[in-house]
T-cell receptor, first 115, second 111 residues
């Protein structure tokens, strides 16, 4: 158990809809990272928040947004969903802001299926 | 454009033998590399890392080798155990926060 929790575990929805994925980092961790893993793809870095503020942005679509709340949990909002958004979405957390010095601890993921 | 590549989607090794997982990258700006291990229905877990100023890092049965001139890194597991069967991802970082992961290699260790 990494200490990172993600809800829900599974999500099935229709094209055009909007969903919210939730992540609670490990106790004491200030950074939250979001990743997308599609079929045959590696983990694609989406976005990072550190202590409530956006720290780094990766391949995140404009239809997607995220935020980190004062209690440090984070939400990833996916809107106008398309079939291609079906994927595993992972959240990870680390203590500090720098990916190259911190071990990231991953949650179990949310599996999104868009029909 | 995949900046970090794991060209072998799968690898099978006999228990007790060496497992060698390979990873190639294209961006010479990468300055930190990591390996993660992933079991089904779980998130990846950190295994071992290496800074670009080193060419080898060892932790127990796991050793990572970095060849900067070839833009290649490898993970050696010796001896391989059935519990090592998992998907292994390599990842590379530059500029402190730019992270790129490979597509993963599924390792199967045969008892």
């Amino acid at each position: 158990d990494s200490g990172v929790t993600q809800t829900p575990k599974h999500l099935i929805t229709a094209t055009g809809q909007r969903v919210t994925l939730r992540c609670s980092p490990r106790s004491g961790d200030l950074s939250v990272y979001w990743y997308q893993q599609s079929l045959d793809q590696g983990l694609q870095f989406l976005i990072q928040y550190y202590n409530g503020e956006e720290r780094a942005k990766g391949n995140i679509l404009e239809r997607f947004s995220a935020q980190q709340f004062p209690d440090l949990h984070s939400e990833l909002n996916l809107s106008s969903l398309e079939l291609g958004d079906s994927a595993l979405y992972f959240c990870a957390s680390s203590v500090g802001p720098l990916a190259n010095q911190e071990t990231q601890y991953f949650g179990p993921g949310t599996r999104l299926l868009v029909l | 454009d995949q900046q970090v590549k794991q060209n072998s989607p799968s690898l099978s090794v006999q228990e007790g033998r060496i497992s060698i997982l390979n990873c190639d990258y294209t961006n010479s700006m990468f300055d930190y590399f990591l390996w993660y291990k992933k079991y089904p229905a779980e998130g990846p877990t950190f295994l071992i890392s290496i800074s670009s100023i080193k060419d080898k890092n060892e932790d127990g049965r796991f050793t990572v080798f970095l060849n900067k001139s070839a833009k290649h890194l490898s993970l050696h597991i010796v001896p391989s155990q059935p519990g090592d069967s998992a998907v292994y991802f390599c990842a590379a970082v530059w500029g402190a926060n730019n992270l790129f992961f490979g597509t993963g290699t599924r390792l199967t260790v045969i008892p």
